[in-house]
């Protein structure tokens, strides 16, 4: 083997030795990792509490507004949420005063770090007269304002199982995230 070959073949063998090398850089002088935490996504998991306000539209019931309280529970797995509610609200205009109750179930997804975008589906019941029970469907959107605050906005038809007619229910409102 010549000289010029034999250097030929220890500078490639250097090189490619060099080359498989990884570069690390020092991060920290530390062997803990360093923990990361992300500020900006709000924990949709968990319990809430709110209030709302909004307007219901039926052919038998006229144009009522509604003032009401909800809590319900939510569970986050990835982008998805599922969660259930309860709520009770105040009813006036139209044919009169009543009161009613709803129990919803919601499933969604988490749209971004503070918005969630969901379906619902659950049973309603007039408190008062007339006797009415529906079973109710519709959308909503939730938003974080602050680490613990959202606000929502929610559709609901109301299609009757007994008495009564079908109606339509806009809210607004606010919730408390434990």
Excluded: C, K
């Amino acid at each position: 083997m010549s000289m010029r070959t034999g250097l030929t073949a220890w500078v490639l063998l250097t090189g490619v030795a060099v080359a498989a090398d990884p570069i690390g850089v020092a991060t920290s002088t530390s062997p803990i990792p360093v923990p990361v935490h992300d500020q900006g996504s709000f924990d949709w998991g968990g319990f809430y509490a709110g209030v709302f306000a909004g307007v219901r539209s039926g052919s038998s019931s006229g144009t009522q507004a509604a003032l009401g309280v909800q809590a319900g529970v939510n569970a986050q797995f990835d982008f998805y949420l599922v969660g259930a509610e309860v709520a009770v609200e105040g009813l006036t205009g139209g044919v009169g005063e009543t009161s009613y109750g709803q129990l919803l179930g919601r499933a969604g997804l988490v749209a971004t770090d503070d918005v969630v975008i969901y379906a619902a589906g659950g049973y309603g019941i007039d408190l008062g007269a007339p006797a009415e029970d529906d079973v109710l469907l519709g959308l909503g959107a939730e938003m974080a304002i602050s680490d613990s605050l959202t606000i929502e906005a929610q559709y609901l038809r109301s299609i009757p199982v007994s008495g009564g007619s079908a109606s339509n229910q806009f809210t607004i409102g606010t919730n408390f995230h434990f």
